[in-house]
């Protein structure tokens, strides 16, 4: 595989006050096939909008690849809780298209989560071009109650595996449902149905609590000096 790589100026690290950043990352004009993209999550790069990247710190290693294997996955106690308390969610996998419901749960998402950063004030055209304008192969999955509209998982289908993006959902419904443990586990299952390995769930960094969850998951690997290794 060759593709033209660039490696992005110094800039702030978005999980350490003290640490600076660097970013290695897909020269925007290469194709990339779904062949492509899978060799490179398998290297551990990650999609936003429609740049292919991943950390290129001279002094850190802390933002580690992780995926789990939809094969082998077996759910832990709380995690079939979670599914249990969901049996009432249904969900269809549908093509990326912008709905003004999707928007207005972001936006609800990005008011209760992330109230700095940016994100918060993301407009109807920021929001298709970082959820919905990847340039490969990506899906919504959408979660209903009924007909209420409770949680978007925005995925990309490569060769061998499934790669979680973003996900966003009712924050009034997150504590009582779970529902970003929930979004990960049906992305698992379907991982499985599809005959795909693997759900690659980008960085997982150890020191950080926000992170904590991606290490929860059964049949968890992570890339360590390009050689993948259970967690």
Not at 72 to 89: G, T, W, Y
Not at 119 to 125: G, I, S
Not at 168 to 174: C, G, I
Request: aromatic share 12%; proline share 3%.
């Amino acid at each position: 595989m060759k593709i033209a790589l660039h490696i992005s100026n110094s800039h702030e690290c978005g999980y350490f006050d003290d640490r600076i950043a660097t970013t290695l990352f897909v020269d925007p004009g290469e194709k990339i096939t779904s062949r492509t993209y899978d060799e490179l999550l398998n290297k551990g790069f990650r999609r936003s909008g429609q740049l292919i990247y991943k950390p290129h710190c001279k002094n850190c290693n802390a933002c580690v690849p992780l995926r789990i294997s939809s094969q082998k996955f077996k759910p832990s106690r709380s995690q079939q809780r979670v599914l249990n308390k969901n049996k009432d969610v249904t969900y269809r996998v549908m093509v990326p298209q912008y709905l003004d419901e999707h928007y207005g749960l972001y936006k609800d998402y990005l008011s209760s989560r992330h109230k700095t950063g940016g994100m918060e004030k993301h407009t109807a055209k920021d929001y298709q071009d970082s959820m919905l304008n990847s340039g490969v192969n990506t899906a919504l999955i959408e979660y209903r109650i009924k007909d209420k509209l409770i949680c978007v998982a925005v995925t990309d289908l490569v060769e061998n595996g499934l790669s979680a993006v973003y996900t966003f959902f009712d924050p009034r419904l997150s504590k009582q449902r779970s529902l970003g443990t929930f979004a990960i586990l049906s992305q698992i299952y379907l991982a499985k149905s599809l005959q795909r390995s693997w759900l690659y769930l980008g960085y997982w960094i150890q020191e950080s609590r926000k992170m904590a969850y991606k290490s929860n998951f059964s049949s968890s690997q992570i890339l360590i000096n390009g050689e993948w290794n259970q967690l």
